[in-house]
Nanobody, 114 residues
């Protein structure tokens, strides 16, 4: 079992920045993928960004150049630096830990006002 704890969401004006963090605990394997998905009201959950334990990253086209995902030294943490935020970035952001199964955090709310 893997438990994920997210932090860092909040309310920000358009053009502002937020940083999300997530820490995984439990049965953690050294080779894994962690990342972030988001879900806006009335929409499906979508990929924001992921990063492997080897450092390979994947970003949604909508966040490229604005968001940066990174891993901590302990390899069980992941952060998402979000700059130049837009109202369409509003949603519930979920941390994911992926090995043979996807584990999800509870989500942290990000609200960007125009």
């Amino acid at each position: 079992q893997v438990q994920l704890v997210e932090s860092g969401g909040g309310l920000v004006q358009a053009g502002g920045s937020l940083r999300l963090s997530c820490a995984a605990s439990g049965t953690i394997f050294s080779i894994n993928t962690m990342g972030w998905y988001r879900q806006a009201p009335g929409k499906q959950r979508e990929l924001v960004a992921t990063i492997t334990s080897g450092g390979t990253t994947v970003y949604a086209d909508s966040v490229k150049g604005r968001f940066t995902i990174s891993r901590g030294n302990a390899k069980n943490t992941v952060s998402l630096q979000m700059n130049s935020l837009k109202p369409e970035d509003t949603g519930l952001y979920y941390c994911i830990y992926r090995w043979s199964y996807d584990y999800w955090g509870q989500g942290t709310q990000v609200t960007v006002s125009s």
